[in-house]
């Protein structure tokens, strides 16, 4: 069960094809591959397997030769760039070869047959990508191919192994699914790794961030490149909320652990790649590029620690960083902050204060950039900084900085940077008048939670005014800060951003704001605008779930009953009608559950959200919903959303407890994977002996 794992036909599957797969990440090479199993140990490889004629076997490296045997087929393939056993790659299987290229260099695609359209349409933008990342790093693609296969019943996203990428069959999808859903991240995340983890590797696998933080930060990097800033900013919000929804803080750069794979959480992957991008934000683009470059090259093909980065980014920039990689790197947790901005009449001024509220034993207190943006009426500008305050009344005496012509026009915008070095400082911006609106960080220089106190035309005028912030990280944020207050004029506010922001993210944001807020106001807001973005209709649709009101459930009934272009819509108006504990609501999601079997949709997205819908309704009709987290041709995600929902319904209802454990027993011999994890958890939320096998 580990190294090597093989799938075929079965009575949920009777016409599935066999397929081989190895995985290797982290010490699972030594289970199918005599080998030194850990990452710093390279080399070349050459592999020769002989399988029936009718299959195709992927491997690391060039392919040299197909030779016949009979009715077996002997594929030799040899990969000459040095690299680590872990990345080692066998993949056999009746696929289907789509063959593209990148200026030369061979990039090859593979899927079961019937799914060509569905691998074009995921995997297509590979050679885009690959001359993007090539052309930042100033370094070719550094292997003989590059190749793709989609094999079912992996247990991640993807593996990067060198030259060959494993990737989930999940990730292929139709064309209805397209709008809204993209293979592009996981293929550049993977994509990057060849370079980040496979090129460069890691020493020990303490110092995985330098593989798993490179290729999450480069999956915004393509969205930067090819969609442009918001998408770009997008990104950071997505990984920024991924690594705070984490339970626990530790040091990213970690020995203590018991198996490495403790360590692939959600600080080695988005708390990780922040702390790239604020690397990028601290020294600048042409720095940041100038320094990834030279560490590439110095260490290509060689194995790597931090300290390997930060020597190459010092000598790059002539800055001494040892303060950023100690303070992000080795030790746990994050800034959180709570900011205080208020306007001074008597002194014409913006007063800053910032407090760092952060606590435990291993806390820190940083030292951070604090960007301030502020759009005034035209006039001079001045700036002083007020050191760290001495007592909870007075800061100490301001040091005067020189005053700048105001530019021409009816406003100008004021960007100061401040550097924070206490746990309390208050900084001060002198302005000729009062600020129409103000905006901290707006460029996503730090990662950080924050608490921002400042008044509410403020807000309004950096979110939807006629000078709103040009940055999407900054207006989601001041949503998010809004929020906070029910008050009429917030729920104005959120209204004419989900009603007029330009970006769809925002306007995502809006909507799920509006929600929490669920005040009639709130809903009528809702009510009165359905976003044309199918990312941002969905949140619409789940803000919804929010009220337990007749027009929210009108709504999300007109949805069901008529569908939605989008998959992920339809789905979680299914949800949503779930939350809303409609009277009618259990009767319209049997219905949903029982059309969604007798027909296949994208990873049975709606029997999902049927199922979910009927747990947040609190449904006590259980079989139907057993039924799913049984059957094995099911795709894992629904059949997982199944053992939750059971899970939600038996802890709702204890007197449904040991049937539903019962109905689950025979999950513990289940072949998949992610089925088998998730089980122990959904026995756990039962809370009745009986669930104790």
């Known amino acids: 069960e580990r190294g090597l794992y093989f799938w075929g036909p079965t009575p949920d599957e009777p016409r599935a094809t066999w397929q081989m797969w190895s995985h290797g990440q982290e010490q699972e090479a030594r289970h199918w591959i005599p080998c030194h199993d850990a990452p710093h140990e390279k080399m070349t490889t050459e592999l020769l397997v002989t399988v029936p004629e009718a299959y195709t076997v992927v491997s690391n490296g060039a392919l040299l030769e197909v030779g016949t045997r009979g009715k077996s087929r002997r594929w030799h393939f040899r990969e000459s760039v040095p690299y680590s056993s872990y990345l080692i790659t066998l993949v056999v299987g009746v696929f289907t070869k789509l063959e593209d290229e990148c200026d030369g260099l061979p990039v090859e695609y593979y899927v079961e047959p019937g799914r060509e359209e569905d691998g074009w349409r995921s995997f297509g933008r590979t050679p885009d990508m690959i001359r993007t990342f090539a052309a930042m790093l100033e370094c070719p693609f550094p292997y003989e191919k590059y190749a793709q296969v989609a094999v079912r019943h992996f247990m991640f996203g993807g593996m990067e192994n060198t030259s060959a990428t494993t990737q989930t069959d999940g990730t292929l999808h139709d064309e209805r699914a397209a709008p809204d859903f993209t293979s592009d991240d996981l293929v550049a995340h993977e994509l990057a790794h060849q370079w980040f983890g496979d090129l460069l590797t890691c020493q020990h696998w303490a110092h995985a961030w330098l593989n798993e933080g490179f290729a999450t930060y480069f999956e915004a990097v393509w969205k930067e490149a090819d969609q442009g800033a918001d998408e770009f900013e997008l990104g950071l919000v997505v990984d920024a909320d991924a690594y705070l929804s984490e339970s626990y803080r530790r040091a990213i750069v970690s020995y203590r652990f018991a198996y490495p794979f403790q360590l692939f959480d959600q600080h080695l992957y988005p708390k990780a790649a922040w702390v790239v991008h604020m690397l990028r934000r601290a020294v600048g683009d042409e720095a940041f590029w100038k320094a990834v470059r030279l560490y590439v090259r110095r260490h290509a093909a060689r194995s790597v620690e931090t300290i390997d980065l930060r020597r190459a980014f010092e000598e790059a920039t002539g800055r001494n960083l040892e303060g950023f990689f100690d303070q992000w790197l080795f030790h746990p947790g994050h800034p959180e902050l709570e900011i205080d901005c208020r306007w001074d009449e008597s002194a014409r001024a913006l007063q800053v204060a910032v407090k760092q509220v952060q606590k435990g034993a291993d806390a820190v207190v940083y030292r951070l950039p604090i960007e301030v943006a502020v759009v005034v009426e035209a006039g001079t500008a001045a700036v002083r900084k007020a050191g760290a305050r001495r007592s909870?009344?007075?800061?100490?005496?301001?040091?005067?900085?020189?005053?700048?012509?105001?530019?021409?026009?009816?406003?100008?915008?004021?960007?100061?940077?401040?550097?924070?070095?206490?746990?309390?400082?208050?900084?001060?911006?002198?302005?000729?008048?009062?600020?129409?609106?103000?905006?901290?960080?707006?460029?996503?220089?730090?990662?950080?939670?924050?608490?921002?106190?400042?008044?509410?035309?403020?807000?309004?005028?950096?979110?939807?005014?006629?000078?709103?912030?040009?940055?999407?990280?900054?207006?989601?944020?001041?949503?998010?800060?809004?929020?906070?207050?029910?008050?009429?004029?917030?729920?104005?506010?959120?209204?004419?951003?989900?009603?007029?922001?330009?970006?769809?993210?925002?306007?995502?944001?809006?909507?799920?704001?509006?929600?929490?807020?669920?005040?009639?106001?709130?809903?009528?807001?809702?009510?009165?605008?359905?976003?044309?973005?199918?990312?941002?209709?969905?949140?619409?649709?789940?803000?919804?779930?929010?009220?337990?009101?007749?027009?929210?459930?009108?709504?999300?009934?007109?949805?069901?009953?008529?569908?939605?272009?989008?998959?992920?819509?339809?789905?979680?108006?299914?949800?949503?009608?779930?939350?809303?504990?409609?009277?009618?609501?259990?009767?319209?999601?049997?219905?949903?559950?029982?059309?969604?079997?007798?027909r296949r949709d994208w990873r049975d997205i709606l029997m999902s959200g049927a199922v979910a819908g009927l747990a947040a309704a609190r449904s006590e009709s259980i079989e139907p919903i057993l039924a799913v987290a049984l059957d094995r041709s099911r795709y894992w995600a629904t059949r997982v959303t199944a053992l939750g929902a059971l899970a939600t319904i038996g802890s709702a209802r204890p007197s449904l407890a040991p049937r539903i454990a019962e109905g689950m027993s025979p999950l513990f011999e289940d072949p998949e994977h992610l089925v088998m994890y998730r089980l122990p958890d959904a026995y756990a939320s039962l809370g009745h002996q009986g669930a104790i096998p």
């Open 392 to 598: 909870a009344r007075g800061a100490s005496p301001a040091s005067r900085a020189g005053r700048r012509p105001a530019a021409s026009g009816d406003v100008r915008t004021v960007a100061r940077m401040f550097e924070l070095e206490h746990r309390e400082q208050t900084f001060v911006l002198e302005l000729p008048s009062r600020p129409v609106s103000v905006v901290i960080d707006p460029q996503a220089r730090v990662l950080k939670t924050c608490k921002l106190e400042m008044p509410i035309e403020w807000v309004e005028g950096a979110l939807v005014g006629a000078h709103r912030s040009t940055h999407v990280y900054a207006r989601v944020e001041l949503v998010r800060q809004i929020a906070r207050k029910a008050a009429p004029r917030a729920v104005e506010i959120l209204a004419k951003a989900l009603r007029s922001d330009p970006c769809w993210g925002v306007q995502a944001e809006a909507a799920t704001a509006l929600g929490k807020v669920r005040t009639p106001a709130a809903l009528a807001a809702l009510l009165s605008e359905l976003p044309k973005h199918p990312k941002a209709r969905r949140a619409w649709v789940q803000a919804l779930g929010e009220f337990r009101d007749a027009a929210a459930v009108d709504a999300l009934t007109k949805i069901i009953r008529r569908g939605d272009p989008s998959y992920l819509v339809e789905r979680e108006a299914l949800v949503s009608l779930g939350r809303t504990r409609a009277a009618d609501a259990i009767p319209r999601l049997e219905k949903a559950l029982s059309a969604s079997v007798k």
